[in-house]
């Protein structure tokens, strides 16, 4: 009975004014613009990013780092693995 931990409550930090609000994220969709109940200013995804969560919101911030290591580990699997393959069969009968 597992139940999947879905964050959809999510905090905005406004870089103008500094007001952080709860806000409710989309599973089908990415906000692209927010405007901030503080200043009113809306706010814009950095560039490169999806929507405004990926921009401002810590959480998807740190699953995105998440994301990056986890694909350094995997190329550095694969160069370790290379690196075996070439130790191991160096010289081993290839048909
Ligand atoms: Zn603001």
Redesign the pocket.
Same mark, same amino acid.
Do not use: S
């Given at each position: 009975m597992t139940e999947t931990a879905v964050i959809l409550q999510s905090t905005l930090t +406004?870089?103008? +004014?500094?007001?952080a609000k709860t806000e409710t994220m989309p599973t089908n969709a990415c906000l692209f613009f927010y405007e +901030?109940?503080? +200043?009113?200013?809306l706010?814009r995804p950095n560039a490169g990013d999806c929507c405004v969560f990926c921009s401002f919101n810590r959480n998807r911030r740190l699953a995105k780092d998440f994301e990056a290591t986890i694909q350094s580990a995997v190329t550095w699997l694969y160069i370790a693995s290379v690196k075996l393959n070439r130790a191991g069969f160096a010289g081993g009968s290839n048909s």
């Open positions: +406004c870089p103008h +004014c500094g007001t +901030c109940t503080g +200043c009113g200013k706010l």
